[in-house]
């Protein structure tokens, strides 16, 4: 249960309104418990009143008005009970939700990488939903119960001390079963929401793969697998909903037998004249007011049970410190760069590599100059660049913007100097216009279409029915991968970024149209810093100065003229594609 102390700031937000709530349930108990006791009275003086024939019309409206004026004002006060504490409850899952959106959104790209999205998704539903019991009805309830129990008990020693002890002989058995059965039912939903968390990943990773899927044929083998997961869910949900359904039960019985000795002690004293048959029924409307906090005593501890494990999963991320963020370090005072890019001596591992990614990387990048970087897969390319935005930190070196160690520029100045187009293109489920607007809140219809002139991407748009308002399917999947490409680069031109990092950008577009967009980026970058990835050398013979990266290592470093004569692994490249673009001339 300590990790449900987190929720206590939440629910400081709104203790104003959580404090009426409370009041509203002692009110309502108040009116709720006076009502037996009246009840009572009533049979008392029924029964004295039909003796003694002096029975009126009047005393039974009083007494029927009394029982239904306490019922309606108790009914409306339990009305404004869940409109403060349940609405509470609602506004607090509100604000959960987005805090855990806004923390996620704060993780490095490692984690993600690490994380299934699935397991994400549960957190962000089921177990906020749980959480959100706790503030809710985990709150009423056990107000509610714990007035109406003490209120009753109360009344019922006033009533008859040695009948309430009597019929209370039960109760500390239920407090017993509710305890063991409440950390079955914790590690059972914990195993539950674990397997929640496998089967949104499954299905996720389908609906994503959609069209691997299909063109691999393997549509009856991803159903079969998911059958089998959701079996497996299937199977943790019984085993839970088995622990939960001996709960109930175990409560009637329990309270059955308190009613079982009230019936039989109470009615032995009214037949021998020790207790009125008004007092009886009094206590018997009393004990059937404990039946349900008894009930409720179980309900609600099956809930906290349930949100305690939940919170325990989102504690697990909340409490996951962002590796890269501000810091004491950090100069706010910083708030434009010019461009100008030094790596000293830069080494950097990912996290559990068994080695290093890239080794003693010394490279300055002057202001306004195209930087080409190429190399065989995996020889750390995208890993040089992701480490210039911080997407990764350094593991060991220096890296300098502007002169200025990158720790020190704020983070949200950093990458809003930066236009980057990663490998694996994403685009959002919305219109054109608003993928390439993305970044860029003010950017008007004419800086959208000048962007995606310079991208090659206009004429496409272009041939759309709704032109830039062409809505895209999920990951922009309408759309063809060349023409991703050149709305990414669209996107990330229209910042006007001091630096702009293509990560093989170009890869899906043909060479025609890679020559017009690299003429066009010229003008546009003219004064800025360009830094791209590409594995065509056609892509990157123009560019200021070319790396050659090989085993996390600058081996080969010049002009594309210097290079091809070097003789070395660029001069290979360049050869090979020279031979294939002559074959397939042929």
Known sequence: ???????????????????????????????????????????????????????????????????????????????????????????????????????????????????????????????ISAVRNVVGPGIMYPADTLMTLSMSLVLMFVKDWQLTLLALIPMPFVSYAVYYLGKVIHEKFKDRQEMYSVLTTKAQENLSGARVVKAYVREEYEIEQFRKVSWEYFKKNLVLAKAQSIMWPLMFILVGLSIIITIYIGGLKVIHGEMTIGTLTAFMTYLSLLIWPMIAFGWVTNMWQQGSASMKRLAKIFETVPAIQNNDETDHSITSLEGEIEFKQVNFAHESAPSGTLHNIDLKIPKGTTLA?????????????????????????????????????????????????????????????????????????????????ISQIAKDVADFPQGFETMLGERGITLSGGQKQRTSIARAIL???????????????????EETILQRLKGVMKGRTSIIIAHRISTVKEADNIIVLNDGKIVEQGNHDSLVLLNGIYAGLYKKQLLERELESL
């Open 1 to 127: 249960m300590n990790s449900l102390k987190q929720l206590i700031p939440y629910l400081v937000r709104y203790k104003g309104t959580l404090y009426f709530g409370l009041f509203t349930v002692v009110v309502s108990n108040i009116f709720t418990v006076a009502t037996p006791w009246f009840i009572g009275k009533a049979v008392d003086e029924l029964k004295s009143g039909l003796e003694s024939g002096l029975l009126s019309h009047t005393d039974l409206l009083w007494y029927a008005g009394l029982v239904v004026g306490f019922a309606v004002i108790a009914g409306v006060m339990l009305f404004l009970t869940r409109q403060t504490i349940i609405v509470v409850s609602r506004k607090i899952e509100y604000d959960l939700r987005n805090d855990f959106l806004a923390h996620i959104q704060k993780l490095p790209l490692s984690y993600f990488q690490n994380t299934p999205t699935g397991d994400l998704m549960a957190h962000a539903t089921n177990d």
């Open 373 to 453: 970087i190429v190399g065989y897969t995996g020889s750390g390319k995208s890993s040089l660049v992701n480490l210039i935005p911080r997407l990764y930190d350094i593991t060991n070196g220096q890296l300098l913007i502007d002169g200025i160690d990158i720790r020190k520029i704020p983070v949200e100045v950093l990458r809003k100097h930066i236009g980057y187009v990663p490998q694996e293109t994403f685009l959002f489920s919305d219109s054109i216009a608003e993928n390439i607007r993305y970044g860029y809140d003010d950017a008007t219809r004419e800086l959208i279409h000048e962007a995606a002139e």
């Open 495 to 513: 910042r006007k970024p001091k630096i702009l990092i293509l990560d093989d950008a170009l890869s899906a577009v043909d060479t025609y149209t």
